[in-house]
């Protein structure tokens, strides 16, 4: 098998394509996952910067999927040959097989088809948390929503429309054709005349808007407290242009009492049953043509290091997804 390690952090170079013969240990409550795909996202590249720390060496990858090919002795035995999509590996996803807990595996519909079901798993769970806990969404709810033509970002934008509300969605230049599928209004960061986004978001609504979801992090942040209405929700989730700064309470006092969250989905999946009803509410609105799941990319395992060096570069749209089922690898680094 073939799997992709961090021995050491920093940028993209520093991933590894490795070639082993044997297989991640199998616990008896774990499942072993022949993979298909292993999805790219941003903690990724925070686990392997070393922004958010794990113990070196390790296996990349938070999430994939593909078909069970082995079940530990406590874990459900019916999950043996099925499709599967999994988050949090204890082996990494980013490798031709993996194990994870049974807790966090969950089955496929025949409906979804496994590329699609494994694109809207880390991210789509996000989205879900974003507008249905921290600020839930309804009808006439104005937001903004950062990197609105990402990943993250365009699911985030259908199920806010799904619910009403109103989105303004931020891009690059780039990026506009792409946005404006997704969004009520969409505005580049700095346009030609060298306006930025918060002013024309101030000339549209003046009294400010309800909440603003952002995974850009550092050079998003403070416009977006300028914003919001009185009351209304900060919500922070990412760090694609760095962490932000560090920000006194009473910042946010100033710009009217408003609120500010850095929320995880790791706390917002914390049972079984939370994890399960957020997925079976993508599964449903994919199958419905609710939410329309965007594959930008998808690149062969042994190049996971070009992934990387796309999604930082932050000129992707829709997901970028490994492809696991190529065994080839090219010399011994990526």
């Known amino acids: 098998m073939s799997k992709v390690v961090v021995r050491h952090c920093g940028d993209p170079s520093v991933l590894e394509v490795e070639r082993v013969d044997s297989l991640p240990s199998l616990g ?3 499942v072993r996952i022949r993979n ?14 070393g922004l958010y720390k794990l113990p070196l060496p390790f296996v990349c990858g938070s999430e994939g999927g593909g078909t069970v090919t082995e079940v530990g002795a406590a874990a459900p035995q019916d999950l043996l040959g099925k499709r599967v999509v999994y988050l949090f590996s204890t082996s990494g996803s980013y490798a031709t097989y993996a194990v994870a807990e049974a807790k966090n595996v969950y089955v496929v519909p025949d409906a979804v088809a496994m590329d699609k079901a494994v694109a809207v798993l880390l991210q789509g769970s996000t989205a879900h948390y974003l ?4 600020y839930a969404v309804a009808k006439g709810s104005v937001v903004v929503v950062h990197a609105v033509a990402g990943g993250t970002g365009q699911l985030i934008a259908q199920v806010a429309k799904h619910f009403g509300a109103v989105v303004i969605g931020t891009c690059s230049p780039s990026k506009m054709a792409m946005a404006r599928s997704m969004s009520d209004v969409v505005l580049p960061y700095i346009d030609e005349n060298k306006v930025t986004w918060d002013t024309h978001v101030r000339r549209l609504y003046p009294n400010g808007v309800d909440a603003v979801y952002d995974g850009v992090g550092k050079t998003t942040f403070r416009p977006s407290l300028k914003v919001l209405r009185p009351r209304g929700a900060m919500i922070s989730f990412g760090n694609a242009s760095g962490p932000v ?15 500010l969250q850095r929320p995880t989905l790791k706390d917002f999946t914390r049972t079984r049953e939370e994890a399960e009803q957020r997925l079976g509410d993508l599964f449903q609105w994919m199958s419905t043509g609710v939410l329309k799941v965007s594959v930008g990319h998808i690149v062969p395992l042994y190049e996971a290091r070009r992934a990387h060096e796309m999604l930082e570069s932050r000129q992707s749209t829709g997901k970028i997804l490994l492809d696991c089922r190529d065994d080839h690898i090219v010399g011994s680094k990526l």
């Not at 298909?36 to 910067?49: C, E, L, Q």
Request: hydrophobic content about 35%; some cysteine; overall charge negative.
């Open 36 to 49: 298909a795909f292993a999805g790219v996202n941003m903690i990724d590249t925070y686990h392997r910067s």
């Open 245 to 259: 700064d560090p920000i006194s309470p009473l910042v946010l006092m100033e710009h009217g009492s408003v609120s």
């Open 131 to 134: 507008t249905r806990s921290c």
């Open 28 to 30: 008896p409550q774990s």
